[in-house]
């Protein structure tokens, strides 16, 4: 199994410009998450999916958009990029865990590393 | 402001050393974990608790969930310098998986 693959590893947008991270997962993973790490502030909830065509947002959704037309596969869409969306962005994918408590434990990518000028 | 605060921020000790790294929230959780990440790489999970009270083992590391499930603790006993890295909590509730900022841990030999 490859686990949860990102492209491209390292990206630079200027201002305005549009690009699409790509995320894919080959363990049949229904949960789906984006997250971006920015120094001193841990990783961030952009947007995340329970299942094929479900979505939602999360803690820091505007500017990027989300869709999962697939389980395997979760793009994340940046329509105009700002220099305030350089950062790394992460993929993550998750199993529902039973017996004794609801938890997602995620499996990250290796990290989309995106700078804006 | 976190919603999970971790502390210390940084912490760095020698090789042999025990330590303890906290992390606080004022939510309560369904459940909670632990991560330790190396640079260039994402997060890989070292444990999750879901009960308040429990306390988890793995090998030198032990975790602990606070009674009231707001609350964590990591405690790493004689630490040697493959455990560096950066340490994250995170807690689940309902979808939502918030973490917080980290413990960048550096251990010299």
């Known amino acids: 199994n490859a686990g949860v693959t990102q492209t491209p590893k390292f990206q630079v947008l200027k201002t305005g410009q549009s690009m699409t991270l790509q995320c894919a997962q080959d363990m049949n993973h229904e949960y789906m998450s984006w997250y971006r790490q920015d120094p001193g502030m841990g990783l961030r909830l952009i947007h995340y999916?329970?299942?094929?065509?479900?979505?939602d947002q999360g803690e820091v959704p505007n500017g990027y958009n989300v869709s999962r037309s697939t389980t395997e596969d979760f793009p994340l869409r940046l329509l105009s990029a700002a220099p305030s969306q350089t950062s790394v962005y992460f993929c993550a994918s998750s199993y529902l865990r039973g017996g004794g408590g609801l938890s997602y434990e995620q499996y990250f990518g290796p990290g989309t590393r995106l700078t804006v000028t | 402001t976190q919603l999970l605060e971790q502390s210390p921020q940084f912490l760095s000790i020698q090789e042999g050393e025990n330590l303890t790294v906290y992390c606080n929230s004022s939510?309560?959780?369904?459940?909670l974990q632990w991560y330790r990440q190396e640079p260039g790489e994402g997060p890989v999970l070292l444990v999750t608790?879901?009960?308040?009270?429990e306390v988890k083992k793995l090998k030198r590391l032990t975790f602990q969930f606070g009674d009231a499930r707001k609350d964590s603790s990591l405690h790493i006993t004689a630490a040697q310098p493959g455990d560096t890295g950066l340490y994250l909590c995170a807690g689940y509730n309902n979808n939502d998986m918030r973490f917080g900022a980290g413990t960048r841990l550096t251990v010299k030999p």
């Open positions: 939510s309560v959780f369904s459940s």
């Open positions: 999916s329970v299942g094929a065509g479900i979505t």
């Open positions: 608790v879901v009960t308040g009270g």
